[in-house]
Each structure stands twice: as structure tokens, then as C-alpha cells.
């Protein structure tokens, strides 16, 4: 479904992601950890195409498309979503207004008729039952006045609405606490299927408590420094970054 | 010293002949004749008069206008600029005024007891002098239509009337030969009383015709007394309005005025002034423009706080697309008398024309001690963020920019307190960002 090679990035001219090799196969659970300031988000924002990143090198395939070519918007409408990890607030475009556009316009790229109102609004009752979302939140500004948590409930839900095919959620657990957690996971859960693949990047080893990771990769300074299983997060958790930071920076003495 | 005179401007001989003529013949020729001599000292404004600094009319002085009116509109014509100017699902009364002369109908029903509508020509025969005496200040073109008015409309709700349905006057502009037209209004709300009005003015030119109008309104809010005042813009290309309303606001009194201007005139120029006479008054200003092609759109408001415990809060908000122009220039002026005043006042602007050029200047004169005020101006583009946020859920770039145009307005749409006036702007705008504005 998604194969990055060698993927290099930067922002006002600093490096950021120094080659990046993964594969994601649909109905694989990817997560994505390490410290802060590794270039987790930044991954994530050069694979939805944010502008602000120059790809120096490398490409990204999804579903065999060059993905580095296509606008942020054309990545959407192909099946790619990325949940923020800070949801902006964007006051006077309703949430409900802002998803029929967005439904309106993934349809008509697939050459798919319309959805009728009815259809619309069944389709974001079931959803929004499936992540508890409130339902005076869907016909509010979007975001606007949201809590930390109902913003990122907010990206499950869009999440559920879209359907994409390849999903990242960007540290989508932080600012949640347990319950939340949770409902935010089951929603996960409910939503994977074996043609469908999720990229998690995570912080803390407790969201995967919740979604079983197929493989997880640890990203540090700006490339993946290890890959394991699931018990690689817990390997993490217990032991901290820091012994990977030695080892990363022993690896980067020795190919010198 | 006759600054008229001085200018070389083709209109000039005509107005003298106009005015000649009216001042022999009209009612109120005291008014018109201080009118005109006012008007005479300051001339048409040029960019060396404060106010019309960053607004140079010169190249629409330049073309002729006569200044009689046709007889009658074209009716086929009539009815498109009707329809373009319905409100769907209103629920209101409606007149319309052509060429700034009412034909004396209303539609939606009867009005209802305690509100008169007149023609300003048949109120101007009874006795008495029915404007109050004003010197017209720095206003070039309110002392050039107290000189030249000849009609418009007079409105008067007596005192503890409520009227709940709105009045939706649609005034229309139409000539097929260049021609300027000076509308005289005045709108007395009496004590306890309350009015909305909807304004409407839309324009049909043929070809290369043009229209200058330049209307004044003036209001008497009376004590205890609320008017809701709704300005909707929609001239067509070839339209130069001028358009001064003067607010008289009274003891305890409610004045909320909101002034949408949309694509369409060469010019618009907006003198909104509140005149806070008495104590413990209220007023709301808001105002959208939302400019296009060439055009150049100069807002510029005063709120004149004369007396103690009156609130004031301005919002204006401007959208600037591809080559147009735009002016707001917000004035709060506190009196020493005026203590406890609160007044703020703000104006954001998004410039989305790569050619389009906004001016803000707040201007604040505060010469009480124990006031509240503030002010802000900003002008931006689009927020980057807000824009891919759009974009990575698959909305297009075009369509993710009307989306944040039309949330940048709904602060001040939001505020017009008839939903199908919201929704019929809201329309209006959706209707004028087309995809191609966007770059
Ligand atoms: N717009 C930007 N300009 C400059 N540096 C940036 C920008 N965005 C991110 N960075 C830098 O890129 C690095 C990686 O950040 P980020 O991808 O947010 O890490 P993570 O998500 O792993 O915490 C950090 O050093 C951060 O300061
Ligand atoms: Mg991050």
C-alpha cells in the first residue's frame, strides 16, 4: 500500500527526516515511536504534503502512485488521512458543512454520484455513535472551543466519515485520558480491516495496549534507528530513549 | 473663497443651474442655500482633503451626468433588479424607490398602525421646516444634496410603536444616459419605538452608462427608541454610490447598523456616523466589503461620543479580491463630557488579490479621562494552517479558499438578526468567489 525509500526532508533549509525506509501492507498496524523532536510529525506532514517540507530524496509509493507529485488534496481523495496532532480550530466553517464538502469532493474525484442528504446523515449518525462523538459537537465551528480531547475525537470522526485507506494518527492519544483512550481506540479497531492500514505514532506504549501494532519502529533524529514487534514498545516503555540514543549515536561513530 | 469654482469639472455649470432653479422654486430655501454655499467652499473632495486621502474620485468627476432624472425605468429592466434584490423567506413590508422617487406602493400587506411613510417631495409641503439645520462639516456631498435633493424617503414610527415586521426598501438605479441623482432621507423613530429596516440598492446601466448616487439619510433614534439597520450593496459596474447616513441617536436609544458592500460599483463610499447626543446610548456597527474587479470601496465611520454612559462597538471586515481597492477608516471621537463611555472598535482584512490594496486607519480622540476603549486592524491572507487542514480532508484548493472567506464574514453576517437575510447574503457572497478569484 505505502513504500517510502530513502526519504529525505527538510524545512527551511534543516534536515529533518535523513532516509526513511518503510512498507505498509493493507490490514498492518504500524506504530511509530521516539522522542520528541525525532520527525515523527514531519513524516507525517511530507506523506500528506504539507508545503513547507522540501523532499530532497526519495520517493513514496501508494497504491504504486507517486505520492510526492499529487497535492495535499488529491492524497485525500486517493485514500490517504492524516489526524492531526494539533487539530487547528477553523471558526465559521461548520464541522457538518466542512465533511459534505469533503465527501462532495473525494465522490466526485471517484467519479461516484452524489451522496443524497439522507444517506449523509445516516452515515454521520452511525459514525459518530461509533466514536462517541457529541453530537452538538458535528454542528459546531469546527473545533472552535473544542477541548484537547474533543479535538482529537474530532479526527476519529472525520477519520470514520472519510473511510481512507491509509490512516496516520499523530500522537492522536496524547491530552486523552483513559476513557477517551479507549473509545478512541475501539473506534480504531472497528474501523481496521484487511484493506485498510494504519500508521500510529504514538509517545506512551498505552494507546498499543488498546490497538496491537503489527510492527513497531522507532524514528530517532530524523531516521528509523530500530523495528520490532509490539514487545519493542514494551521494551521502550520500560527502558526509556536513552540507551537508544547511545546506540544510534555509536552506529553514526562507526559509519563515519 | 469658492473651491467649486476653482475645479475644472463638467458637472460644475450644471449643479449651478440645477441649484438656481431650486432656489427660486423649492421648499427650504434657507437649508439649500447654506447647503450650497458650503458645498461651494469645499468643492468635490481630492486626495488633499484628509478624508479622501487614499480615495481619488478625480477619474469619476472627469464624465458628464446630468442631473434630471429619467421619467420612468424601463420595466423589463425594473423587474430583474427586483428580482435580484428579493430576499427569499422574508417576511417583510417592501417599497421601491426608483431613481430615489417612491411610487407610493407596499407590498407584503398593510402597514400597521403608528408607522407613515411619505414621499420627502409631499412631506416638504406641508409646513414647516422638516430637515433640522446641520452645516454638513467635511461632508462635500451631504452639503451638495441638502443644496440639489429634490426627493426620498421620510419615514416616522410614533412613539412605543413596535413594528415587528421589517421594512425592505429596495432603492434601484437606472438611467440609459450618465446622471447623477442626490436621494434626501429622513427616518425618525420616535420614543419607545422600535423599526427594522433593510436597505437594498442594486443598479441597471446599459453599455457605458453611468450612475453617481449620492444619497443621504439622516435618523432620529428618540429616547428609549431601536432601529435595526441593514445595508445590502449590490450596484452594478458603472454605479459610483455615495452614500452618507447621519445618526441622531437620543436618550437610552439602540442604533445597530450593518453595511454589506459586494462586487459590482466602481465606487462606494460609506459615511456612517453615529451621533450619540443624549446619555446611556447603544450602538453596533458592523460591516463586511467584499470587493472585486477594480472597484474601490472606502468605509469610513464616526462615532461621536458627546454624552456619558453610551456603548459603542464597531466590527468591520473586508475581503479584497483581485485588483480592488479598499479604505476603512474607523474614527471614535470621546468628548471631555463623555465619561464611562466604552467604545471599541475593530477591522480585520483579508487581502486575497495580488493587486489588492487595503488602507485601515483607526482614529481614536479621547478627551474624557475615565473611558474605555480599544482598537485593532489587522490585514492577513490565508492562514496556511487553515488552508491544508481543509485540503488534506480532499477539499480543493479553490473551494477550501471560499470556505475560509465565507467563515472569515460569518462573524459579521452572524450578527444580522433576520436568518433569511443571512442566508441571502451569504448566498451573495458564495456567489461572487468564483474559483478564479482565488489567485
Ligand atoms: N516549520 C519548522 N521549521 C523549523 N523546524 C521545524 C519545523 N517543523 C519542525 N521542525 C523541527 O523538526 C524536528 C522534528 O520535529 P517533529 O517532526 O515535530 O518531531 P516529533 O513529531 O517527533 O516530535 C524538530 O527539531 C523541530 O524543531
Ligand atoms: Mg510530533
Redesign the interface.
Known amino acids: 500500500m505505502l513504500i517510502i525509500k530513502n526519504l529525505h526532508a527538510e524545512v527551511e533549509d534543516k534536515k529533518i527526516l535523513k532516509g526513511i525506509d518503510l512498507t505498509v501492507n493493507a490490514g498492518e498496524i504500524h506504530a511509530i515511536m521516539g522522542p520528541n523532536g525525532s520527525g515523527k510529525s514531519s513524516l507525517a506532514s511530507v506523506l500528506a504534503g504539507r508545503e513547507s517540507y522540501q523532499v530532497t530524496e526519495g520517493e513514496v509509493l501508494f497504491e504504486g502512485k507517486n505520492l510526492l507529485e499529487m497535492e495535499p488534496e488529491t492524497r485525500a481523495r486517493e485514500g490517504l488521512f492524516l489526524a492531526f496532532q494539533y487539530p487547528i480550530e477553523i471558526p465559521g466553517v461548520s464541522n457538518i458543512n466542512f465533511l459534505k464538502t469533503a465527501i462532495g469532493e473525494i465522490r466526485t474525484y471517484k467519479g461516484l454520484p452524489p451522496m443524497d442528504a439522507k444517506e449523509f446523515l445516516r452515515l454521520t449518525r452511525e459514525k459518530q455513535k461509533l466514536v462517541e462523538f457529541d453530537a452538538q459537537l458535528v454542528n459546531r465551528s469546527l473545533n472552535e472551543g473544542f477541548s484537547g480531547g474533543e479535538k482529537k475525537r474530532n479526527e476519529i470522526f472525520q477519520l470514520a466519515m472519510l473511510q481512507p485507506s491509509l490512516s496516520i494518527l499523530d500522537e492522536t492519544d496524547s491530552g486523552l485520558d483513559i476513557d477517551a483512550l479507549r473509545i478512541v481506540a475501539q473506534g480504531v479497531n472497528k474501523l481496521r480491516s484487511d484493506k485498510n492500514a494504519f500508521i500510529i505514532i504514538t509517545h506512551y506504549q498505552r494507546l498499543l495496549e488498546y490497538i496491537i501494532p503489527d510492527f513497531v519502529h522507532v524514528l530517532y533524529n530524523g531516521r528509523i534507528v530500530k523495528s520490532g514487534t509490539k514487545e519493542l514498545a514494551l521494551e521502550l516503555e520500560e527502558k526509556g530513549y536513552d540507551w537508544l540514543k547511545e546506540e544510534s549515536r555509536e552506529q553514526e561513530a562507526t559509519t563515519i | 473663497m469658492n473651491v467649486l469654482q476653482e475645479q475644472t469639472i463638467p458637472l460644475y455649470g450644471r449643479i449651478v443651474e440645477k441649484y438656481s432653479k431650486l432656489s427660486t422654486t423649492a421648499a427650504s430655501q434657507q437649508a439649500r442655500q447654506s447647503a450650497f454655499h458650503r458645498f461651494q467652499l469645499l468643492g468635490f473632495p481630492t486626495i488633499k482633503n484628509e478624508d479622501w486621502k487614499y480615495t481619488n474620485i478625480t477619474r469619476f468627476l472627469k464624465d458628464e451626468y446630468a442631473l434630471e432624472a429619467p421619467s420612468a425605468g424601463a420595466p423589463a429592466e425594473l423587474s430583474e433588479l427586483l428580482a435580484k434584490a428579493a430576499i427569499p423567506d422574508l417576511d417583510c413590508y417592501g417599497i421601491v424607490l426608483v431613481n430615489g422617487v417612491w411610487d407610493g406602493k407596499i407590498e407584503g400587506g398593510e402597514l400597521p398602525k403608528g408607522i407613515e411613510l411619505h414621499r420627502v417631495s409631499d412631506a416638504l409641503s406641508q409646513p414647516g421646516d422638516l430637515f433640522t439645520n446641520d452645516n454638513w462639516g467635511n461632508l462635500h456631498f451631504a452639503a451638495l444634496n441638502a443644496a440639489l435633493y429634490t426627493d426620498g424617503l421620510f419615514i416616522r414610527v410614533a412613539a412605543n410603536i413596535v413594528i415587528e415586521k421589517p421594512l425592505h426598501i429596495v432603492h434601484v438605479y437606472t438611467s440609459d444616459y450618465n446622471l447623477m441623482v442626490q436621494p434626501r432621507h429622513l427616518w425618525i423613530v420616535d420614543r419607545n419605538a422600535q423599526l427594522s429596516v433593510i436597505e437594498s440598492t442594486v443598479s441597471g446601466l446599459s453599455g457605458e452608462v453611468k450612475i453617481w448616487v449620492n444619497n443621504l439619510t439622516e435618523i432620529i433614534v428618540h429616547n428609549d427608541a431601536k432601529l435595526d439597520h441593514v445595508n445590502l450593496q449590490t450596484a452594478a459596474t458603472g454605479t459610483r454610490l455615495v452614500q452618507q447616513t447621519i445618526v441622531h441617536q437620543k436618550k437610552q436609544s439602540l442604533y445597530n447598523s450593518y453595511t454589506f458592500t459586494l462586487p459590482g460599483a466602481d465606487l462606494v463610499r460609506n459615511d456612517l456616523q453615529a451621533r450619540l447626543e443624549e446619555d446611556h446610548t447603544e450602538t453596533h456597527l458592523y460591516g463586511l466589503y467584499l470587493t472585486a474587479g477594480d472597484q474601490l470601496v472606502d468605509n469610513h465611520t464616526l462615532v461621536d461620543h458627546q454624552k456619558p454612559h453610551c456603548f459603542s462597538n464597531e466590527l468591520y471586515k473586508g475581503v479584497l479580491l483581485e485588483r480592488s481597492t479598499g479604505v476603512f477608516n474607523g474614527k471614535v471621537y470621546v468628548h471631555k463630557d463623555a465619561q464611562k463611555t466604552n467604545a471599541f472598535q475593530q477591522n480585520n482584512n483579508l487581502v486575497i488579490g495580488k493587486k489588492a490594496t487595503i488602507d485601515s486607519k483607526p482614529e481614536l480622540e479621547i478627551f474624557a479621562d475615565d473611558v474605555k476603549c480599544s482598537h485593532g486592524s489587522t490585514v492577513g491572507q490565508f492562514?496556511?494552517?487553515?488552508l491544508?487542514?481543509?485540503?488534506?480532508?480532499?477539499?480543493?484548493?479553490a473551494?477550501?479558499k471560499a470556505?475560509?472567506i465565507?467563515?472569515?464574514?460569518?462573524?459579521v453576517t452572524e450578527k444580522i438578526k433576520f436568518p433569511a437575510v443571512e442566508t441571502y447574503i451569504n448566498q451573495q457572497i458564495s456567489h461572487h468567489i468564483p474559483v478564479n478569484h482565488a489567485g
Request: hydrophobic residues 50%; proline residues 0%.
Open positions: 492562514s496556511e494552517d487553515a491544508f487542514y481543509l485540503r488534506a480532508r480532499g477539499i480543493g484548493e473551494t477550501a470556505l475560509l465565507n467563515a472569515f464574514a460569518f462573524d
